[in-house]
C-alpha cells in the first residue's frame, strides 16, 4: 500500500530541501517521489542531507506542472498551512493517512502535494486536490519546513499502514483518475460558456465553486461517466458557433 503514495513537491527553492523530505519519506516507508519544477535539480547537496535516501533521488521524476504529476492519480491530498477564501475538505494528517492507506488497498495511486518553502501552494493548485491537509501545529509558531511537513505526513502514512495489517479495512469504490477530473472540468466550463451562463469577460469564481462543490461530493467513475454524457448530450442540442 505504501508504494501507492507518491510524494509531489512543487517549486523547491533549494535541493537541500528535496534531500532532507526525500531522507523523511524513506524512514517511513515510502520511495516514490515527484518534482514538479524545481529551481535546482537535486545534486550534490540533495545527496548529502539525503543521507542514506539517494535511491529515493536517484529515482525521482521531474515534471513541468502539477497536472502531469497527478494524472494517473485518484486520491490527491494537498498540504495547506493556513485556512483559503474558499473553504475546501480538510483533513488531519492522520485522516489523511487512514484514508490514503484505505484506497490504497484497491490499487488506487495516491499523491500528496507539497508546496514551496515561502508561499505553499496557489488556490488553483490547491483546487486539483480532492481533500487538504491542515497539520495543527501550535498557532503561536506553526512554521513548519518542507522536510518536517513531510516526515509528519509520511508518518501518519506508516502509522495507518501498520494498522491496516492487523485489522480489515474495507476497500472503496472506484475513482476516476486526475486527468478524467480535469478533462470533465474543461468540458464543464467548456458547455457552460457555450450556453452563456458564464460570460468569457466576466467568468467569476463559478468554476471555482463548482469544482469545490463536486470534490466534496467525491465523484466516483460511474458517476462522472454519467456527467460527462450529460454534458455531450447538452452539446448536441446547442447551435453550432
Known amino acids: 500500500m505504501l508504494s501507492e503514495i507518491r510524494i509531489v513537491l512543487v517549486g523547491t527553492t533549494d ?8 531522507r523523511a519519506m ?23 542531507l539525503a543521507a542514506g535516501a539517494t535511491d529515493v533521488l536517484a529515482n525521482a521524476r521531474t515534471v513541468d506542472t502539477l497536472a502531469e504529476a497527478l494524472a494517473d492519480c485518484t486520491l490527491v491530498l494537498a498540504t495547506s498551512a493556513r485556512n483559503r477564501t474558499l473553504d475546501w475538505p480538510q483533513l488531519t494528517p492522520r485522516e489523511a493517512g487512514e484514508k490514503a492507506i484505505q ?5 488506487a495511486k495516491i499523491a500528496i502535494v507539497f508546496g514551496r518553502e515561502a508561499s505553499g501552494l496557489t ?13 495543527p501545529a501550535n498557532p503561536d509558531y506553526s512554521s513548519l519546513n518542507l522536510a518536517m511537513a513531510v516526515q509528519t505526513v509520511s508518518y501518519e502514512m506508516r ?8 485489522q480489515p479495512v474495507e476497500t472503496e469504490q472506484e475513482y476516476p483518475y486526475h486527468r478524467e477530473i480535469e478533462s470533465f472540468y474543461e468540458h464543464l466550463e467548456r458547455v457552460l460558456t457555450h450556453s452563456g451562463f458564464i460570460i468569457p469577460q466576466h467568468p467569476g469564481t463559478v468554476m471555482t465553486k463548482l469544482r469545490r462543490l463536486f470534490t466534496r461530493t ?17 452539446e448536441k442540442q446547442m447551435p453550432k458557433r
Do not use: W, Y
Open 123 to 135: 488556490n488553483e493548485e490547491l483546487q486539483q486536490s480532492n481533500f487538504h491537509i491542515h497539520i
Open 15 to 22: 535541493q537541500r530541501n528535496i534531500g532532507s523530505a526525500a
Open 26 to 48: 524513506k524512514t517511513m516507508g515510502l520511495q516514490e517521489l515527484v518534482l514538479v519544477d524545481p529551481q535546482e535539480i537535486p545534486q550534490g547537496k540533495a545527496q548529502a
Open 218 to 234: 467525491r465523484l466516483e467513475e460511474n458517476e462522472l461517466k454519467i456527467l460527462r454524457g450529460v454534458l455531450s448530450s447538452l
Open 103 to 107: 484506497e490504497g488497498l484497491s490499487g
Open 159 to 166: 502509522m495507518a499502514f501498520l494498522a491496516a495489517q492487523s
